[in-house]
Nanobody, 121 residues
Framework: QVQLVESGGGLVQAGGSLRLSCPAS????????MGWYRQAPGKQRELVAT???????NYADSVKGRFTISRDNAKNTVYLQMNSLKPEDTAVYYC???????????????WGQGTQVTVSS
């Protein structure tokens, strides 16, 4: 099995910063894409940022220039640095990883349980 556990969420004032971390553990042969989604109350889950195994990145327009996604392949960990936070960034943030558990197996997406980020005005 593969587990992802997010950390680093919390309460911050508008304009502040937070850094989310998400290590993947378990039976892992390789990890392809990793990323972050978020879900605000009453809204659908939305893409925040993604990063490929070669560190190509993609961001939602709403976070471009404020958030930075990165990964440490040696630690199987994805990060999300969030600066200039706004109240509309308030949501539960979920990480995911596209994992191959063996050299011959199919890739599957695994998700963390989420971490709450609350930005006060």
């Amino acid at each position: 099995q593969v587990q992802l556990v997010e950390s680093g969420g919390g309460l911050v004032q508008a304009g502040g910063s937070l850094r989310l971390s998400c290590p993947a553990s378990g039976t892992i042969f390789s990890i392809n894409g990793m990323g972050w989604y978020r879900q605000a109350p009453g809204k659908q889950r939305e893409l925040v940022a993604t990063i490929t195994s070669s560190s190509s990145t993609n961001y939602a327009d709403s976070v471009k220039g404020r958030f930075t996604i990165s990964r440490d392949n040696a630690k199987n960990t994805v990060y999300l640095q969030m600066n200039s936070l706004k109240p509309e960034d308030t949501a539960v943030y979920y990480c995911y990883a596209v994992v191959k558990r063996d050299s011959w197996s199919t890739e599957y997406s695994y998700w963390g349980q989420g971490t709450q980020v609350t930005v006060s005005s």
